[in-house]
């Protein structure tokens, strides 16, 4: 019942999310929201939506739900050094410098220059040919200015900052989807080196039946036929040892190019796999997805189409520019200081575009394209998260229901493979039986070394599906028992 109760929240929160942005974003002409301060993401409550966007901020405290500071260390580490994270913080430095421009032309644009001339010129006066030099020296301040009356150049603007926005968002994601990988990685890789370490008694055990297996051919007990199945044996553990070296220098060297070192192999994983034996909260609300940063940057995308709509529509509007100029103008260069030679000018100007061959109205064609994409690409992230939270929690008890159910029979075959060795000693059981035994119990532990990986890598996606760790929030009063 919880199931599906849960199951109905997200689906009925996750159509009003696209509904209320839908019915925001497509109306009639584009929305004048109310201008953002400093990139700041914006809040779905901007757009209609009841529950306000969080503050946007990497919540990194689930990487300690594990309980490894070696893993908190490499996070850091990875979130500091890795190239992908430099990259992320440079677009968004970059979207960061375009709102400074986008904004430039709201204000006057002032320039200041300074000329010097010297000209010859020649007369033909009674048949003679007569020169004059003259000079022309100038120092001017040149003024230029669009006046915003239709907010033109303040959609420009707001459109910059959204992009502002979007591009903190994806910067969020990259440092969240980076704190995934390397803690996926690390946990891979310290579960190479728990299949590493079955190998080696794999074969530790391999060369002991073999000694059995010679000493009892010596003394006449057993053939030949054994003694060529007991090295088989160890000639097949030896090379699922090089295999499993090979896996574990792959995984490390991965784990070092995410933190940003050189994949030289050289890392002690010596750490143990964590056990997580809690289970998610019962009660996880459906918008806390609005922290996500892929869907925060969905929105913030969404909202700075729609600013482009509306500044590509005004194009089509008269624009008014001032011009004024100026300075001091004088044949002599020491005048140029002096007020009695200053020269100005001021002109205004409007301008309505006539014939454009159709590029302005196809470009408010095409940003209203280009807003209808990101509407459908916010649905589509939306519906991808809900998908990822849910495959997530549900995989999380089934996991953990068969780690347990591995883990006792990994116990029992382990005892198996001791009691068997003992009788084959005894002569009670032949090799093959205890080759058979013996490999039973090897399987069951590899196998409860991947269920432990699971449980692991897919509590990593449920943080990442979240945008973070559990919300420390209490339950709805009509959602508790």
């Given at each position: 019942m919880?199931s599906?109760?849960?199951?109905?929240?997200?689906?009925?929160t996750?159509?009003?999310?696209?509904?209320?942005?839908?019915?925001?974003?497509?109306?009639?002409?584009?929305?004048?929201?109310?201008?953002?301060?400093?990139?700041?993401?914006?809040?779905?409550?901007?757009?209609?939506?009841?529950?306000?966007?969080?503050?946007?901020?990497?919540?990194?405290?689930?990487?300690?739900?594990?309980?490894?500071?070696?893993?908190?260390?490499?996070?850091?580490?990875?979130?500091?050094?890795?190239?992908?994270?430099?990259?992320?913080?440079?677009?968004?430095?970059?979207?960061?410098?375009?709102?400074?421009?986008?904004?430039?032309?709201?204000?006057?644009?002032?320039?200041?220059?300074?000329?010097?001339?010297?000209?010859?010129?020649?007369?033909?006066?009674?048949?003679?040919?007569?020169?004059?030099?003259?000079?022309?020296?100038?120092?001017?301040?040149n003024?230029?200015?669009?006046?915003?009356?239709?907010g033109?150049?303040?959609?420009?603007?707001?459109?910059?900052?959204?992009?502002?926005?979007?591009?903190?968002?994806?910067?969020?994601?990259?440092?969240?989807?980076?704190?995934?990988?390397?803690?996926?990685?690390?946990?891979?890789?310290?579960?190479?080196?728990?299949r590493l370490?079955?190998?080696?008694?794999?074969?530790?055990?391999?060369?002991?039946?073999?000694?059995?297996t010679?000493?009892?051919?010596?003394?006449?007990?057993?053939?030949?036929?054994?003694?060529?199945?007991?090295?088989?044996?160890?000639?097949?553990?030896?090379?699922?040892?090089?295999q499993?070296?090979?896996?574990?220098?792959?995984?490390?060297?991965?784990v070092?190019?995410?933190?940003?070192?050189?994949?030289?192999g050289?890392?002690?994983?010596?750490?143990?796999?964590?056990?997580?034996?809690?289970?998610?909260?019962?009660?996880v609300?459906?918008?806390?997805?609005?922290?996500?940063?892929?869907?925060?940057?969905?929105?913030?995308?969404?909202?700075?189409?729609?600013?482009?709509?509306?500044?590509?529509?005004?194009?089509?509007?008269?624009?008014?520019?001032?011009?004024?100029?100026?300075?001091?103008?004088?044949?002599?260069?020491?005048?140029?200081?002096?007020?009695?030679?200053?020269?100005?000018?001021?002109a205004?100007?409007?301008?309505?575009?006539?014939?454009q061959?159709?590029?302005?109205?196809?470009?408010?064609?095409?940003?209203?394209?280009?807003?209808?994409?990101?509407?459908?690409?916010?649905?589509?992230?939306?519906?991808?998260?809900?998908?990822?939270v849910?495959?997530?929690?549900?995989?999380?008890?089934?996991?953990?229901?068969?780690?347990?159910?591995?883990?006792e029979?990994?116990?029992?075959?382990?005892?198996?493979?001791?009691?068997?060795f003992?009788?084959?000693?005894?002569?009670?059981?032949?090799?093959?039986?205890v080759?058979?035994?013996?490999?039973?119990?090897?399987?069951?532990?590899?196998?409860?070394?991947?269920?432990q990986?699971?449980?692991?890598?897919?509590?990593?996606?449920?943080?990442?599906?979240?945008?973070?760790?559990?919300?420390?929030?209490?339950?709805?009063?009509?959602?508790?028992?």
């Amino acid at each position: 019942m919880q199931s599906e109760s849960r199951s109905r929240t997200w689906r009925v929160t996750g159509l009003l999310l696209a509904s209320v942005l839908l019915a925001s974003c497509t109306s009639g002409p584009p929305v004048d929201w109310e201008e953002i301060e400093g990139g700041r993401v914006p809040a779905l409550g901007e757009t209609g939506a009841e529950e306000p966007l969080p503050p946007a901020s990497l919540d990194t405290s689930w990487v300690a739900d594990f309980g490894s500071t070696r893993l908190e260390d490499l996070v850091g580490t990875t979130l500091a050094e890795n190239p992908d994270a430099a990259a992320a913080a440079a677009r968004l430095r970059a979207a960061r410098a375009f709102v400074t421009i986008a904004g430039a032309d709201r204000l006057p644009q002032l320039s200041a220059g300074a000329s010097g001339q010297r000209s010859r010129t020649n007369t033909e006066v009674g048949g003679r040919v007569q020169s004059a030099t003259s000079n022309r020296f100038g120092l001017d301040l040149n003024l230029s200015w669009e006046i915003d009356l239709w907010g033109r150049i303040a959609n420009e603007r707001r459109a910059a900052l959204f992009a502002e926005a979007e591009a903190a968002a994806l910067e969020e994601g990259t440092r969240l989807s980076l704190a995934a990988s390397v803690s996926r990685a690390w946990f891979r890789a310290v579960a190479a080196q728990r299949r590493l370490e079955v190998a080696e008694r794999r074969v530790e055990l391999a060369q002991r039946n073999l000694r059995v297996t010679r000493s009892r051919v010596d003394r006449g007990i057993l053939g030949a036929l054994d003694l060529s199945l007991a090295r088989s044996d160890l000639a097949s553990a030896e090379t699922t040892l090089r295999q499993r070296q090979q896996a574990r220098g792959d995984a490390l060297r991965l784990v070092q190019t995410l933190t940003g070192a050189y994949p030289s192999g050289e890392l002690d994983p010596s750490a143990s796999l964590p056990a997580i034996e809690s289970p998610p909260p019962p009660f996880v609300p459906s918008s806390v997805l609005a922290r996500r940063p892929d869907l925060r940057a969905g929105v913030a995308r969404i909202r700075e189409t729609d600013q482009r709509v509306s500044a590509a529509a005004k194009a089509l509007i008269p624009s008014l520019s001032l011009s004024g100029a100026a300075g001091t103008a004088s044949d002599e260069l020491s005048n140029l200081l002096d007020s009695n030679y200053s020269i100005w000018n001021l002109a205004g100007n409007v301008l309505q575009p006539l014939f454009q061959g159709g590029r302005l109205r196809a470009r408010v064609e095409a940003e209203r394209a280009d807003l209808a994409l990101a509407i459908a690409n916010y649905e589509g992230e939306l519906l991808t998260a809900f998908r990822e939270v849910e495959d997530a929690l549900a995989g999380d008890q089934f996991l953990r229901e068969a780690l347990t159910r591995v883990s006792e029979a990994s116990a029992a075959a382990e005892e198996a493979s001791r009691l068997g060795f003992r009788q084959f000693q005894q002569g009670l059981l032949d090799l093959i039986q205890v080759l058979d035994l013996q490999d039973r119990a090897f399987a069951a532990e590899l196998q409860r070394v991947d269920l432990q990986l699971a449980v692991l890598l897919n509590r990593i996606d449920l943080y990442a599906a979240l945008g973070g760790g559990f919300p420390r929030q209490a339950a709805p009063a009509s959602e508790q028992p």
